[in-house]
Nanobody, 115 residues
């Protein structure tokens, strides 16, 4: 059974850091295109970062230089290290796996950046 479970969200002050995790079961993370998305209240879900089969990452311009996506094949987990957080980063963050048209989503984890 395919399952993606996000964790690591919370409340953080502007300028702070969080690391999100997406633990995967049912497939290996290296066999899927993995992505982190976010959805703020009243807005559409948007792609934040993705990591390819080969391990190269791409980022939305809004997070370049602040966020880093990585993958640990041994733990079958992908991560999103978020530094220099801003209030506009506040959203529910989702992990997504894509393979040959099949898509799986996690349940999401809330990130709130506020003083």
């Amino acid at each position: 059974q395919v399952q993606l479970v996000e964790s690591g969200g919370g409340l953080v002050q502007p300028g702070g850091s969080l690391r999100l995790s997406c633990a995967v079961s049912g497939f290996t993370v290296g066999s899927r295109l993995m992505g982190w998305y976010r959805q703020a209240p009243g807005k559409e879900r948007e792609l934040v970062a993705s990591i390819s089969f080969g391990g190269s990452s791409t980022y939305d311009d809004s997070v370049k230089g602040r966020f880093t996506m990585s993958r640990d094949n041994a733990k079958n987990t992908v991560y999103l290290q978020m530094n220099s957080l801003k209030p506009e980063d506040t959203a529910v963050y989702y992990c997504k796996a894509t393979w040959r048209g099949f898509v799986n989503w996690g349940q999401g984890t809330q990130v709130t950046v506020s003083s």
